[in-house]
Protein backbone atom coordinates (compact mmCIF):
# COMPACT_ATOMS: atom_id res chain seq x y z
CA UNK A 1 0.00 0.00 0.00
CA UNK A 2 1.59 3.20 -1.00
CA UNK A 3 2.12 6.05 1.93
CA UNK A 4 -0.72 8.49 2.17
CA UNK A 5 0.97 11.00 3.75
CA UNK A 6 4.91 11.92 4.47
CA UNK A 7 6.17 10.75 6.83
CA UNK A 8 9.44 12.52 8.91
CA UNK A 9 12.11 12.98 6.34
CA UNK A 10 15.38 10.81 6.59
CA UNK A 11 17.96 13.61 7.39
CA UNK A 12 21.09 11.41 7.22
CA UNK A 13 21.84 8.58 5.94
CA UNK A 14 24.46 6.27 5.18
CA UNK A 15 24.88 3.87 3.19
CA UNK A 16 28.22 1.34 3.52
CA UNK A 17 29.37 -2.35 3.22
CA UNK A 18 30.71 -4.64 6.12
CA UNK A 19 34.32 -3.83 5.57
CA UNK A 20 32.66 0.26 6.31
CA UNK A 21 31.20 -0.59 9.51
CA UNK A 22 33.91 0.59 11.98
CA UNK A 23 34.29 3.98 10.48
CA UNK A 24 30.92 4.90 11.80
CA UNK A 25 31.02 3.91 15.06
CA UNK A 26 31.68 7.38 16.28
CA UNK A 27 29.04 9.22 14.26
CA UNK A 28 26.28 9.19 16.45
CA UNK A 29 24.03 6.22 14.08
CA UNK A 30 20.32 5.71 15.92
CA UNK A 31 19.45 3.02 13.63
CA UNK A 32 20.96 0.51 11.18
CA UNK A 33 19.23 -1.85 8.99
CA UNK A 34 21.19 -4.46 8.52
CA UNK A 35 21.43 -7.02 5.25
CA UNK A 36 23.39 -9.74 5.62
CA UNK A 37 24.30 -13.01 3.24
CA UNK A 38 22.41 -16.17 5.64
CA UNK A 39 25.72 -17.75 6.68
CA UNK A 40 27.42 -14.87 7.53
CA UNK A 41 27.68 -13.96 11.33
CA UNK A 42 26.78 -10.56 13.17
CA UNK A 43 29.15 -8.25 12.69
CA UNK A 44 31.40 -7.36 15.98
CA UNK A 45 31.44 -4.20 14.69
CA UNK A 46 28.18 -2.44 15.98
CA UNK A 47 29.57 -3.30 19.82
CA UNK A 48 31.47 -0.31 19.74
CA UNK A 49 28.30 2.05 18.77
CA UNK A 50 26.20 3.89 20.71
CA UNK A 51 23.02 2.16 21.60
CA UNK A 52 20.53 2.08 18.46
CA UNK A 53 18.00 0.34 17.14
CA UNK A 54 18.90 -2.15 14.58
CA UNK A 55 16.94 -4.52 12.55
CA UNK A 56 19.03 -7.47 10.73
CA UNK A 57 17.76 -9.49 7.46
CA UNK A 58 19.29 -12.40 5.66
CA UNK A 59 19.03 -12.99 1.84
CA UNK A 60 21.43 -13.00 -0.80
CA UNK A 61 22.28 -10.18 -3.21
CA UNK A 62 20.81 -11.97 -6.42
CA UNK A 63 17.66 -11.53 -8.84
CA UNK A 64 16.92 -15.11 -10.24
CA UNK A 65 16.73 -18.27 -8.34
CA UNK A 66 19.92 -20.33 -8.54
CA UNK A 67 20.79 -23.52 -6.11
CA UNK A 68 20.99 -22.88 -2.64
CA UNK A 69 20.78 -18.85 -3.13
CA UNK A 70 17.56 -17.17 -0.44
CA UNK A 71 16.49 -14.88 -3.09
CA UNK A 72 14.69 -11.45 -1.45
CA UNK A 73 11.46 -11.64 -1.46
CA UNK A 74 8.03 -9.34 -0.73
CA UNK A 75 8.06 -10.35 3.18
CA UNK A 76 11.87 -8.88 3.57
CA UNK A 77 10.54 -5.74 1.39
CA UNK A 78 7.39 -5.21 3.93
CA UNK A 79 10.28 -5.74 6.85
CA UNK A 80 12.13 -2.81 5.50
CA UNK A 81 9.19 -0.55 5.27
CA UNK A 82 7.93 -1.61 8.02
CA UNK A 83 11.28 -0.63 9.55
CA UNK A 84 11.30 2.48 7.60
CA UNK A 85 7.66 3.37 9.26
CA UNK A 86 8.81 2.94 12.67
CA UNK A 87 11.87 5.27 12.31
CA UNK A 88 10.25 8.34 14.38
CA UNK A 89 8.40 6.51 16.89
CA UNK A 90 7.33 7.37 19.40
CA UNK A 91 7.48 10.53 18.37
CA UNK A 92 9.64 12.48 15.34
CA UNK A 93 13.42 13.04 16.39
CA UNK A 94 15.85 15.56 14.68
CA UNK A 95 18.83 13.65 15.47
CA UNK A 96 17.99 10.65 13.41
CA UNK A 97 20.89 8.94 11.34
CA UNK A 98 19.73 5.68 9.35
CA UNK A 99 22.63 3.79 8.45
CA UNK A 100 21.80 1.07 6.30
CA UNK A 101 24.39 -1.55 4.93
CA UNK A 102 25.10 -4.73 3.02
CA UNK A 103 27.60 -7.09 2.31
CA UNK A 104 29.30 -4.50 -0.14
CA UNK A 105 26.92 -1.28 0.32
CA UNK A 106 26.07 -1.34 -3.71
CA UNK A 107 22.93 -3.10 -4.38
CA UNK A 108 20.68 -4.64 -1.13
CA UNK A 109 21.74 -1.72 0.64
CA UNK A 110 21.17 0.83 -1.85
CA UNK A 111 17.60 -0.88 -2.81
CA UNK A 112 16.73 -0.54 0.78
CA UNK A 113 17.93 2.77 1.46
CA UNK A 114 16.09 3.92 -2.13
CA UNK A 115 12.49 2.26 -0.91
CA UNK A 116 13.01 3.99 2.86
CA UNK A 117 13.16 7.31 1.09
CA UNK A 118 10.37 6.64 -1.46
CA UNK A 119 7.72 5.63 1.34
CA UNK A 120 9.04 8.67 3.28
CA UNK A 121 8.32 11.20 0.36
CA UNK A 122 5.27 9.73 -1.95
CA UNK A 123 5.07 12.39 -3.94
CA UNK A 124 8.67 12.84 -4.45
CA UNK A 125 9.79 12.07 -7.99
CA UNK A 126 11.45 8.76 -8.79
CA UNK A 127 15.05 10.23 -10.17
CA UNK A 128 14.88 12.89 -7.53
CA UNK A 129 15.40 9.98 -5.03
CA UNK A 130 17.76 7.80 -6.70
CA UNK A 131 19.93 10.85 -7.41
CA UNK A 132 20.28 11.24 -3.95
CA UNK A 133 20.59 7.43 -3.48
CA UNK A 134 23.59 7.78 -6.04
CA UNK A 135 25.20 11.28 -4.35
CA UNK A 136 25.35 9.00 -1.13
CA UNK A 137 26.50 6.10 -2.65
CA UNK A 138 28.48 6.79 -6.06
CA UNK A 139 28.76 3.06 -6.85
CA UNK A 140 25.01 2.25 -6.25
CA UNK A 141 23.54 -0.21 -7.98
CA UNK A 142 20.31 -1.18 -6.12
CA UNK A 143 18.73 -5.06 -6.12
CA UNK A 144 16.23 -4.77 -8.87
CA UNK A 145 14.11 -7.80 -7.12
CA UNK A 146 13.81 -5.70 -4.40
CA UNK A 147 12.78 -2.28 -6.24
CA UNK A 148 10.21 -4.40 -7.74
CA UNK A 149 8.52 -5.67 -4.57
CA UNK A 150 8.85 -2.02 -3.23
CA UNK A 151 7.56 -0.12 -6.76
CA UNK A 152 4.29 -2.14 -6.12
CA UNK A 153 3.99 -2.34 -2.89
CA UNK A 154 4.69 1.78 -2.77
CA UNK A 155 2.09 2.34 -5.44
CA UNK A 156 4.62 3.81 -7.60
CA UNK A 157 3.06 1.86 -11.12
CA UNK A 158 6.58 1.10 -12.43
CA UNK A 159 7.93 4.52 -11.84
CA UNK A 160 10.86 3.18 -9.69
CA UNK A 161 11.99 0.39 -11.29
CA UNK A 162 12.21 2.70 -14.49
CA UNK A 163 14.19 5.66 -12.12
CA UNK A 164 16.39 2.71 -11.49
CA UNK A 165 16.57 1.36 -14.93
CA UNK A 166 18.36 5.30 -15.87
CA UNK A 167 20.40 4.66 -12.98
CA UNK A 168 21.86 2.04 -14.51
CA UNK A 169 22.65 3.53 -17.85
CA UNK A 170 24.26 6.18 -15.99
CA UNK A 171 26.40 3.90 -14.17
CA UNK A 172 27.24 2.15 -18.07
CA UNK A 173 27.85 5.06 -19.12
CA UNK A 174 30.41 5.88 -16.38
CA UNK A 175 31.71 2.25 -16.05
CA UNK A 176 30.90 -0.36 -19.00
CA UNK A 177 32.58 -3.19 -17.49
CA UNK A 178 30.14 -3.44 -14.78
CA UNK A 179 28.02 -4.87 -17.81
CA UNK A 180 30.07 -7.63 -18.10
CA UNK A 181 29.92 -8.63 -14.57
CA UNK A 182 26.37 -8.37 -14.35
CA UNK A 183 25.84 -10.48 -17.32
CA UNK A 184 28.12 -13.52 -15.79
CA UNK A 185 26.66 -13.06 -12.73
CA UNK A 186 22.68 -13.97 -13.45
CA UNK A 187 21.80 -10.24 -13.64
CA UNK A 188 21.32 -9.92 -17.29
CA UNK A 189 18.26 -8.47 -16.79
CA UNK A 190 19.35 -4.95 -15.23
CA UNK A 191 22.38 -4.81 -17.85
CA UNK A 192 18.67 -5.23 -20.37
CA UNK A 193 17.09 -2.33 -17.90
CA UNK A 194 20.14 -0.42 -18.10
CA UNK A 195 19.60 -0.28 -22.22
CA UNK A 196 15.95 1.20 -21.62
CA UNK A 197 17.11 3.33 -19.28
CA UNK A 198 20.04 4.46 -21.85
CA UNK A 199 17.60 4.93 -24.32
CA UNK A 200 15.64 7.30 -22.77
CA UNK A 201 18.56 9.39 -21.72
CA UNK A 202 20.07 9.20 -24.67
CA UNK A 203 23.12 7.70 -23.53
CA UNK A 204 25.69 5.12 -24.85
CA UNK A 205 25.57 1.74 -22.61
CA UNK A 206 27.33 -1.98 -24.38
Not at 56 to 68: C, K, Q
Not at 82 to 107: K, N, T, Y
Not at 157 to 177: F, H, K, M, W
Request: include cysteine.
Amino acid sequence: MPTEAPLPPISLLTICGLSELGDHGQRAVTHVLSILDPEVPDPADFDAYDAHHRMTLRFHDAIEPSGTVELPTPEHVDAILAFGQALHEPEPRDDLHLLVHCHMGISRSTAAMAMLLAQAAPHEDEDAILGRILATREKAWPNSRMIGFADERLGRDGRLTAAVGRLYARQLARSPEIATFMNANARSHEVAMAAVGARELGLMTP
